[in-house]
């Protein structure tokens, strides 16, 4: 039917890294019947401020990965993105990293991050998980596995999943500090998919397509199911028709 270009944002520089990203994005775009042509993008390109590289993608995931090399970027490419009206995904540390850019830049919290990628941070809008607070073992203290996580009704995340609930698969340690959830969703941030105290989904309403997921719904897409974020995702680059 058409083709769009969906700009992938990442450090490792191997798309076999981001194998499961791409094979998603494959088969939401066979249930819309188009071609997903997938852009590589360095996040290291985009530390020191946007370069223009998302100009003429038609939307943007921004994956999950470890550590804070890239981290910079994806934060200006997330920005980017919600300032274009740009549709954008972002999983695991792109639902993380969503947050921080909405803190920074919205909530004027300077120096906001995450705990884990800045010890030092005025603002850790992103820390350990409660019981994570005195284990060290990195492997051993990740959420890991399938999980359920509630959604809230009338949300965009609800019509994604088409219900209340959700299951998808987790491998995480951090998580949103409950003690900014508050003035995020005061600013606008809204938290769709939570998990008891555990933020799971977050979107925004006033924006083409804003959603982060802390699971990995890529690890369930299928040729024949494809993953309901990424659906949401090509619907949205779709209906835009490079209009942005």
């Known amino acids: 039917e058409g083709e769009v270009t969906v700009a992938v944002v990442g450090k490792y520089g191997l798309e076999d890294a981001y194998i499961s990203v791409h094979e998603a994005l494959k088969h939401a775009g066979l249930e819309q019947r188009v071609d997903v042509e997938r852009e590589w993008v360095h996040a290291e390109n985009l530390a020191d401020g946007y370069d223009g590289s998302l100009d003429d993608v038609d ?8 550590g804070s090399r890239g981290t910079e ?22 639902f993380q990293m969503a ?13 906001a991050h995450s705990a884990e990628l800045d010890e030092e941070t005025p603002y850790p809008v992103i820390d350990l998980l409660p019981e994570q607070e005195d284990l060290d073992d990195m492997g051993g203290t990740m959420r890991l596995g399938t999980h359920v996580t509630e959604i809230e009704p009338g949300t965009l995340a609800y019509d994604l999943y088409g219900g209340p609930s ?3 698969r987790h491998r ?10 508050p ?34 719904p ?23 028709g490079g209009e942005r």
């Open 218 to 240: 890529e690890f369930r897409s299928r040729p024949t199911r494809a993953s309901p974020p990424f659906v949401g995702l090509m619907d949205a680059v779709t209906a835009l």
């Open 59 to 66: 939307g943007l995931v921004v994956p999950g990965g470890f």
């Open 172 to 181: 995480h340690r951090y998580e949103v500090n409950p003690e900014y959830i």
């Open 183 to 216: 003035d995020l969703e005061e600013a606008g941030l809204v938290f769709s998919g939570t998990s008891g105290r555990r933020m799971e989904i977050l979107e925004l309403s006033e924006h083409p397509y804003f959603v982060g997921t802390q699971f990995h």
């Open 73 to 94: 970027g994806k934060i200006e490419a997330i920005r980017y993105a919600r300032e274009n009206d740009l549709p954008f995904l972002g999983l695991c540390l792109g």
């Open 166 to 168: 959700c299951e998808e």
């Open 99 to 111: 947050v921080v850019e909405f803190a920074r830049n919205v909530l004027d919290l300077a120096g």
